[in-house]
C-alpha cells in the first residue's frame, strides 16, 4: 500500500512541475523563446505574493489574486521591451539575455529579501487531507494537481476556441504572414508571455505554500520545468502534464527508496525517456 | 487621382538593389497585370506596397497617404491585402480559421464575410474543418485568396496565384476576379503566365531586372514588343 501511496504523491507533484512548466511551453511554442529566467520568474512571483500577504493582511490565494493582474503586465512588458528586440534568425541572443535576467532577478531578489529562506503563512487548508480508503491525501496537493488541469483547459480553450488563440497558432506558424493579415506579432508575443506570467504566478503560489524558498531556488524550477516540456515533447501542453508526473512519481519513487535519490530519480527518468523518444512523447508533427 | 501608386520605388535586400525606381498606378475598380521573367522584381514590389519591405514614405501613396514606411499590420489595415506567393496557409489553422484570421482584431464591413467566400469556392465549404495543408494546390490557393477578402480590401494583391497548378485549376481561380471586383475590390495581379495576365487585366505593367520596361493596354501591345520587354531586345 505504501508504494499505491507514493506513486499518488508522485502524481499530485507531478501538477506542480506542469504548472511550473506550462508558461515554459507556452512562450517556447508561440515563439520559439527559450526563457532561461522562468525559474527565477516563478521564484520572483512568489516573493511578490508574499509581500502582499505580509504587507497587506491577504490570505495568501487572495494575494495571488491580486499578483496575477501585476504580473501579467510585467510579462507584456518584459516581451515588449526587451525580449522582442532578442528575437530573430539567430537563437543565441534570446538566450543570453535570458541568462543575464535570471542572474539580475536572484541577485535582486537577493539584495531585497536576504538569503533567509521564507515561507507563504499556513492556514487549515494548507495543512487539511482527506482519508481515501487507507491512503491519506493532502488537501494542498490535491489542490495543486486540480489547478494545473485546469490551466492546462483553460489554455486549449484559448488556443483552439478564441480568435485570440487562432492569432497565437498563426503567428507561430509564421510571423510574416500574420502580420499580413494584420497581426502584430510583436504585440502577440506580448501577450503571450504576459499570460504565461499569470500561469507562474500560480505555480509560485503552490510553490510557496509548499516548502520554504529562498532567492536561489528558481534555476532548480526551471530544471524540473524544462524536462516536463521535453518529456512531454515540446508544444504538447497535456504532454507537458504528464511529463510533470513522471518526474513527479521518479522522485518520491526515489525518495522513497532513499531520501537523497529524490531529485537524481527525477533527472535519470528525463534521459531514460528522451533515450527512447528523443522527440519527447507527444512531438507536434509540423517542428 | 490613382488609388494606389508607387512613385520611383526602390528596394534592396541588403546589399542587393532589386527595384531601381519602380512607378505603377492603380485606379480605383480597375485591375492590373504586372508580368515578368523570374527576377525581375515583381515579388518584390508586391512585398514593398504590403509593407513587409519597409521604402521611403513617399514610394508608395494609397488613397493620398504615403505608406510607405508603414509596418504590414497597418498597411493591412487600410485596406490593401495580399495573397502571397505560394499560398502560405497556416498549417496549424483549419480552412475556416485561416478563412477568420482575414479579419482578425478588426470588425469589417462589407461584400466578404465565411458565407460570401464559400459561395464564391463552394468546395471550401465542405473541406471548412480540414487543415488547410490538407488540400490540394488549387483549394489552397482558394483559401489563400478567401483570407485575403475576408478583409474586405479595397486593393486586393495576387501574388504568381497560378503558380503550380494545372491549367484547368487555374481556370477555375481567375473565374473568381470578376465576382471580386464586383465586390469593390482594385486588383494587382502578379502572373508568369502572359496569356492569362492579358485576359484579366485592364492594363499590364512589364519589368525585367527590377524596372518597368513596358505598360499599356493588352490590346495596345504587341507579341513583339512584350517579348522584348520580358527578355530585353536583341534576344
Redesign the interface.
Known amino acids: 500500500m505504501i508504494w499505491v501511496d507514493t506513486i499518488i504523491q508522485g502524481i499530485l507533484l507531478g501538477g506542480l512541475y506542469a504548472l511550473f512548466a506550462a508558461g515554459l511551453s507556452l512562450v517556447f511554442g508561440i515563439m520559439r523563446l527559450v526563457n532561461l529566467a522562468h525559474g527565477d520568474l516563478i521564484v520572483m512571483g512568489t516573493y511578490l505574493i508574499l509581500l502582499l500577504v505580509t504587507l497587506l493582511g491577504l490570505p495568501p490565494f487572495l494575494a495571488a489574486a491580486v499578483a496575477m493582474p501585476v504580473m501579467f503586465c510585467l510579462g507584456w512588458a518584459l516581451q515588449k521591451f526587451l525580449l522582442n528586440r532578442t528575437l530573430g534568425d539567430d537563437i543565441l541572443p534570446p538566450l543570453l539575455v535570458t541568462f543575464g535576467l535570471s542572474i539580475a532577478l536572484q541577485n535582486a531578489l537577493l539584495e531585497t529579501f536576504s538569503a533567509d529562506s521564507q515561507r507563504l503563512p499556513t492556514s487549515a487548508l494548507t495543512t487539511a487531507s482527506v482519508q481515501a480508503g487507507p491512503i491519506s491525501l493532502g488537501v494542498m496537493p490535491l489542490l495543486t494537481f486540480a489547478s494545473a488541469v485546469l490551466v492546462i483547459i483553460a489554455l486549449n480553450q484559448l488556443f483552439y476556441r478564441t480568435?485570440l488563440g487562432?492569432?497565437f497558432?498563426?503567428t507561430?506558424?509564421?510571423a510574416?504572414?500574420?502580420?499580413?493579415?494584420?497581426?502584430?506579432p510583436a504585440n502577440i508575443f506580448a501577450i503571450a508571455t504576459g499570460i504565461a506570467l499569470i500561469i507562474v504566478t500560480i505555480a509560485a503560489l503552490y510553490l510557496g505554500l509548499r516548502a520554504n524558498f529562498d532567492p536561489n531556488i528558481g534555476p532548480a524550477r526551471l530544471i524540473y520545468a524544462f524536462e516536463a516540456v521535453i518529456i512531454g515533447g515540446l508544444g504538447s501542453l497535456w504532454g507537458t502534464l504528464l511529463g510533470g508526473i513522471i518526474i513527479g512519481v521518479a522522485q518520491t519513487i526515489g525518495a522513497a527508496v532513499n531520501p537523497e535519490w529524490q531529485i537524481l530519480a527525477g533527472h535519470i527518468a528525463f534521459l531514460l525517456v528522451l533515450l527512447v523518444r528523443p522527440r519527447g512523447l507527444f512531438p507536434r508533427a509540423?517542428d | 487621382m490613382a488609388l494606389l501608386q508607387t512613385r520611383d520605388l526602390i528596394a534592396h535586400y541588403g546589399d542587393f538593389q532589386a527595384l531601381f525606381g519602380v512607378d505603377i498606378e492603380l485606379a480605383e475598380n480597375e485591375t492590373i497585370a504586372i508580368i515578368g521573367a523570374n527576377g525581375a522584381g515583381k515579388t518584390t514590389l508586391m512585398r514593398s506596397i504590403a509593407g513587409v519591405l519597409n521604402n521611403a514614405a513617399e514610394a508608395v501613396m494609397f488613397d493620398g497617404t504615403a505608406i510607405g514606411t508603414r509596418p504590414a499590420d497597418e498597411i493591412m489595415a487600410q485596406g490593401v491585402a495580399m495573397v502571397p506567393e505560394g499560398r502560405r496557409l497556416f498549417p496549424s489553422l483549419s480552412v475556416e480559421e485561416n478563412l477568420l484570421i482575414g479579419t482578425y482584431g478588426r470588425k469589417t464591413i462589407g461584400h466578404w464575410t465565411l458565407e460570401t467566400v464559400y459561395d464564391l469556392f463552394p468546395i471550401l465549404r465542405e473541406r471548412r474543418n480540414s487543415p488547410g495543408t490538407a488540400l490540394s494546390g488549387g483549394q489552397q490557393q482558394m483559401v489563400a485568396i478567401g483570407r485575403g477578402l475576408m478583409s474586405n480590401p479595397r486593393v486586393l494583391l495576387c501574388d504568381e496565384i497560378s503558380l503550380g497548378l494545372a491549367p484547368v485549376v487555374i481556370k477555375d481561380i481567375y473565374k473568381a476576379v470578376p465576382a471580386i471586383k464586383a465586390a469593390g475590390a482594385s486588383l494587382i495581379v502578379v502572373e508568369q503566365d502572359i496569356a492569362q495576365a492579358m485576359a484579366v487585366a485592364d492594363r499590364v505593367y512589364c519589368m525585367m531586372e527590377g524596372r518597368v520596361t513596358l505598360s499599356g493596354t493588352p490590346d495596345s501591345l504587341s507579341r513583339d514588343a512584350i517579348h522584348d520587354a520580358y527578355f530585353g531586345a536583341g534576344h
Open positions: 480568435e487562432r492569432a497558432r498563426a507561430s506558424d509564421d510574416t504572414t500574420a502580420s499580413l493579415m494584420g497581426i502584430k509540423n
